[in-house]
């Protein structure tokens, strides 16, 4: 039986007695789906920046875990320099609800999403049996605080997301920053990987493997942004942020900074993995290799 009457009009209009039904479920539901979305926040000043925790009244037992790693990440991501604008951490009471908030769907390993002025951070007692331990939330924290830090160097509010950073830039900086290299594969599982898959390019086309291969796409992010470190300098890495917010993106900030085109040097890093220079050995002499194939401009041995 239909529970609604038809109008005039030919919209549908609840009947006094399904209409008294829902405004009595509605004032029942009310009060937790308002609780549940309350926010309270807690707030302080910091040498390096302003930021602020946002989180449910239910998840407030946390908060003392996530400020205590705030404390211990924010010294270590001074060294890039200190956010334009204040930074709030969400709390996301769920895996769902983190999912849902960052617009990212069947991704069960994440724990944290980062943009220009914000962190969604899963609650650190939802994340299983064992919970976070502070290393790794101060690790995770870290982590993605670098992403927000990149991000206001690099551009405004309007602007970040039109910088075109690559991946390997971006995970590579912020997993650099958090001193996660033990996390991903080796520099000697990329040479094999690469062995087996001559035209694979982990760097420039991380998208088809990045659901399948996630440790691949970090660790080569992770290895070549240590790299570019080593080679340049890490005042090289903050020229480049420095030239794009100035107004080119990535590409052209990268070549004014470091003085070479980002294909050039990813080549050369590439060229470094496939002929394990990492081992301590040289590269070949530049003559015995073809033209266009070069691993460097300045003809400076690969880094140790």
Not at 98 to 126: I, K
Not at 185 to 199: D, M, Q
Not at 244 to 257: K, L, N, T, V
Request: hydrophobic letters at 40%.
């Amino acid at each position: 039986m239909r529970q609604g009457m038809r109008g005039d009009a030919g919209e549908w209009r609840l009947g006094p007695g399904v209409l008294a039904v829902c405004v009595a479920l509605l004032a029942g539901c009310a009060a937790p789906r308002f609780a549940d979305r309350a926010r309270l926040t807690e707030e302080w000043p910091s040498p390096s920046g302003r930021y602020r925790i946002e989180y449910a009244p239910r998840n407030a037992a946390d908060v003392p875990r996530v400020q205590h790693a705030m404390d211990e990440a924010l010294p270590r991501l001074e060294r890039w320099g200190t956010p334009r604008e204040p930074i709030v951490v969400r709390m996301m009471p769920t895996h769902a609800s983190l999912e849902a908030a960052a617009r990212q769907r069947g991704m069960g390993w994440l724990r944290a999403w980062s943009r220009y002025d914000e962190v969604l951070l899963q609650t650190p007692s939802t994340w299983g049996l064992a919970s976070a331990s502070p290393a790794q939330l101060t690790e995770l924290l870290l982590h993605e605080l670098t992403h927000t830090l990149m991000y206001q160097l690099a551009a405004d509010r309007l602007g970040w997301t039109r910088k075109h950073i690559p991946l390997w830039f971006r995970e590579g900086m912020a997993s650099y920053t958090a001193e996660q290299g033990y996390r991903w594969v080796s520099l000697e599982e990329i040479a094999r990987y690469l062995e087996r898959n001559p035209g694979a390019d982990p760097l420039h086309a991380p998208d088809a493997l990045y659901r399948d291969e996630s440790n691949l796409v970090y660790g080569m992010a992770h290895h070549a942004f240590a790299f570019l470190v080593r080679r340049y300098g890490e005042e090289r890495v903050r020229e480049v942020l420095g030239e794009m917010r100035g107004g080119p993106a990535f590409a052209e900030a990268f070549e004014r900074a470091v003085g070479l085109s980002e294909e050039a040097f990813t080549r050369d890093f590439t060229h470094y993995v496939r002929w394990r220079g990492f081992r301590g050995g040289r590269l070949p002499p530049r003559e015995a290799r073809p033209p266009g194939d070069l691993p460097g401009t300045s003809g400076e041995p690969e880094p140790p």
